[in-house]
């Protein structure tokens, strides 16, 4: 807890000639000036923050006085008054669960959790996070740590452990997936293209027989299929964006919790047109490449 510095006490004014009845007087008001200070001061009780779903299961507000203690059986329970409310960090890993997260100061924290008869200062910790200015130097600051003091594990966040090694196997299946979905979708488009190519086989009978050239037709198709597939691509990225807030919003609701369910980033936005339109494209060409080679009496006969 942060606080003021203690004030030195001044030093009492004593008269070097003092009448009985000033010091009487004197007496009066300074014992007047004690009760009135000490019936006014309240005790001062060490500060925690609750996150927002625990202090609303509990129906606790800023200003009220909760107990907290080291043990689930309530032993050695200490009073500490709620500064205020938070929001935890969104976190997968806890997603499904609430969240009664408690924040104190270490101070604080050191002596709720002190052993009795543990001297001050023999406290262990566990687990230190260190940021680095460039998040390329993790390593090389890890070996470093690891060289200068031994018996220290240090290693990146970023590296497979513990819940990194899961929400990366999601990662790779993910990506597994949308691999999948864009070669099946590649080849049900390229099967729905050539069905409406060969509905314009007259058309391009036609198209040739009156003496356009068959690379002037594909060009003319490429640009078709390239307006299509933007078109279709934009169609796309307009409804996820409108379905974005609607599905962060359910299942915000539906786990108490903060976290960003689907996010259309403007990379993501660009990998999708980059994906899709080309794709788009070469499936008309494809489909139209089959109708060209086909002989021009042939694809003109009603």
Known sequence: MNG?????????WRPRQATARTAVVLAIAASASLGLVSGAQEPVLPEVLLSRQLAAAEGLQPGDVVQLAPDADGAGTRPFRVAGIYEPVPDPAQLGSLPRNVRLHLPDLLELTRRPGAPVGTEHVATINIAVRDPADAERVAEEINRRMPGVAARPAADAT?????????????????LVTIVAST???LALTIMLVDERRETVGVL????LPVRRILVQVSLEG????GAGGLFGLGLAVMSEALINAYFQWRYDTALLFVRITPSVAATALVIAVPLGAAATVAASWALMRRNALRLARR
Do not use: K
């Open 4 to 12: 003021s510095p203690p004030r030195r006490a001044a030093a009492p």
């Open 208 to 211: 040739r027989l009156i003496g």
């Open 226 to 229: 390239l307006l299509i597939a």
């Open 187 to 189: 080849v049900f488009l």
């Open 162 to 178: 513990g819940s990194a090694a899961t929400f990366r196997v999601l990662q790779r299946f993910h990506l597994a997936i949308a």
